[in-house]
């Protein structure tokens, strides 16, 4: 019952994620691999999104400039994620809410 309430409420938009899906714990994913993809996503859908959760370093953007432009357009929480604590902790310093370390374990992802 908890499941189905958890994917009716918290929509998730995932920016770069590998290896597996988010949407195993019952939450409603958008799924991006491209920065600008991203952002075009937000904008249309404003109110669409509870959480963001995105790599530091994306194909088409500095992941810390993807950031900047979440923080300046829309208020939503960010989750960081990279290999190295000190990177993402840079994203803390500079806006995101959270990290996780890759690779991500999923008790992490229910924590959030």
Same mark, same amino acid.
């Given at each position: 019952?908890?499941?189905?309430?958890?994917? *009716?409420?918290?929509?998730?938009?995932?920016?770069?994620?590998?290896?597996?899906?988010?949407?195993?714990?019952?939450?409603?994913?958008? =799924?991006?691999?491209?920065?600008?993809?991203?952002?075009?996503?937000?904008? *249309?859908?404003?109110?669409?999104?509870?959480?963001?959760?995105?790599?530091?370093?994306?194909?088409? =953007?500095?992941?810390?400039?993807?950031?900047?432009?979440?923080?300046? *357009?829309?208020?939503?929480?960010?989750?960081?994620? +990279?290999?190295? =604590?000190?990177?993402?902790?840079?994203?803390?310093?500079?806006?995101?809410?959270? +990290?996780?370390? =890759?690779?991500?374990?999923?008790?992490?992802?229910?924590?959030?």
């Amino acid at each position: 019952m908890l499941r189905t309430c958890l994917y *009716e409420e918290v929509n998730i938009l995932v920016v770069l994620m590998d290896g597996w899906l988010i949407s195993d714990l019952f939450f409603s994913v958008t =799924k991006c691999n491209r920065a600008e993809t991203a952002l075009s996503v937000l904008r *249309e859908n404003r109110n669409g999104f509870d959480i963001i959760i995105k790599d530091v370093h994306m194909p088409d =953007k500095d992941g810390f400039k993807l950031l900047e432009h979440i923080g300046l *357009e829309m208020d939503l929480p960010v989750i960081m994620m +990279y290999d190295r =604590k000190h990177v993402v902790m840079k994203g803390v310093t500079h806006g995101a809410c959270d +990290y996780l370390i =890759k690779p991500v374990r999923i008790e992490a992802l229910k924590n959030i």
